[in-house]
């Protein structure tokens, strides 16, 4: 059920997300033109309905970034990793695809290559893999050090250390503060390489791209693919440590 539940949350958190994306940026699409605020705020709420959906089963890590951060500071078994990640990337390929459909008219009537990549993955405003890294391993950071904070605001209602994730994200206000965690981030760190902030959230939608025929569509830019991975883990796992290491309570 853990992986079923990572699969499908992540699916949602890409349907939504690049969805906003492609309304957008698509040629003749009726949202077109809408900017960079609807771009945040859409991947904002589409991360809180993945965690109000799925929540309750697998804590809705939707992000391998969030489960080797767990796993590093004993908040997750190790044996698990590698269920929730590939969960994670089939999810989020899977809704890509669905945008891909949901948007099957406006792929032709747009002409520019790169919009069509991102609309599936991150792409750097100005390409600089050094400074793209420490962009990204600073917005994931935050990311995380900001999931474990709202977590750890719930021990005090019951035992302290009691609480999980999935106690947490399954009912109440708290996904919407992760909501509105990400949508903080698009605001004001996203602007140099669009926040990925999530190894599933951008490789599987750029398999996708790859696999998908895409009229006019380019390449899939897995030159710079291996930023949004590695940087985001990096970013995750120093914040969990981190976390602990101030000796606050997860």
Same mark, same amino acid.
């Given at each position: 059920?853990?992986?079923l539940?990572?699969?499908?949350?992540?699916?949602? !958190?890409?349907?939504?997300?690049?969805?906003?994306?492609?309304?957008v940026t698509?040629?003749n699409?009726k949202a077109?033109?809408?900017g960079?605020?609807?771009?945040?705020f859409?991947w904002g709420?589409?991360?809180?309905?993945? #965690?109000?959906?799925?929540?309750q089963?697998s804590?809705a890590?939707? /992000?391998?970034a969030?489960?080797l951060g767990?796993?590093s500071?004993?908040? =997750?078994? @190790?044996?698990q990793?590698p269920g929730?990640i590939a969960?994670?990337?089939?999810g989020?390929?899977?809704?890509s695809?669905?945008v891909y !459909?949901?948007?099957?008219?406006? @792929?032709?009537?747009t002409p520019?290559?790169?919009?069509? &990549?991102g609309?599936f993955?991150t792409?750097?405003a100005?390409?600089?893999i050094p400074a /793209?890294? #420490?962009?990204?391993?600073i917005?994931?950071?935050?990311?995380i050090?900001g999931i474990?904070?709202?977590n750890?605001?719930?021990n +005090? &209602?019951?035992?302290?250390g009691?609480?999980t !994730?999935?106690d947490?994200f399954g009912?109440?206000?708290? +996904?919407? =503060? #992760?909501g509105?965690l990400? =949508?903080?981030i698009?605001?004001s =760190?996203?602007?140099?390489?669009?926040?990925?902030?999530n190894?599933?959230?951008d !490789?599987?939608?750029r398999?996708?791209?790859?696999? &998908?025929?895409? +009229?006019?569509?380019?390449? %899939?830019? @897995? %030159?710079?693919? @291996?930023? +949004?991975i590695?940087?985001?883990?990096v970013?995750?796992v120093l914040?969990a440590q981190?976390?602990?290491?101030l000796?606050?309570?997860?």
């Amino acid at each position: 059920m853990i992986y079923l539940a990572e699969f499908v949350g992540t699916a949602i !958190l890409t349907l939504l997300g690049c969805g906003v994306v492609a309304g957008v940026t698509l040629a003749n699409s009726k949202a077109a033109g809408g900017g960079w605020i609807v771009i945040t705020f859409g991947w904002g709420l589409a991360v809180a309905m993945a #965690v109000y959906t799925v929540g309750q089963y697998s804590g809705a890590h939707i /992000n391998p970034a969030v489960t080797l951060g767990l796993a590093s500071i004993g908040e =997750l078994p @190790w044996l698990q990793v590698p269920g929730y990640i590939a969960a994670q990337v089939a999810g989020g390929l899977f809704g890509s695809v669905l945008v891909y !459909l949901a948007y099957f008219r406006h @792929w032709r009537e747009t002409p520019d290559a790169e919009t069509k &990549l991102g609309v599936f993955s991150t792409i750097p405003a100005v390409r600089s893999i050094p400074a /793209n890294f #420490v962009t990204e391993v600073i917005g994931t950071f935050m990311l995380i050090f900001g999931i474990l904070g709202i977590n750890a605001n719930m021990n +005090p &209602l019951g035992e302290a250390g009691n609480g999980t !994730l999935a106690d947490l994200f399954g009912t109440g206000v708290a +996904p919407l =503060l #992760v909501g509105f965690l990400v =949508l903080a981030i698009g605001l004001s =760190l996203g602007g140099p390489t669009g926040y990925a902030i999530n190894p599933a959230r951008d !490789l599987g939608p750029r398999i996708a791209h790859a696999l &998908l025929p895409i +009229p006019g569509k380019g390449g %899939s830019d @897995w %030159s710079y693919a @291996w930023v +949004p991975i590695v940087a985001p883990i990096v970013g995750g796992v120093l914040a969990a440590q981190t976390f602990v290491l101030l000796g606050f309570q997860v």
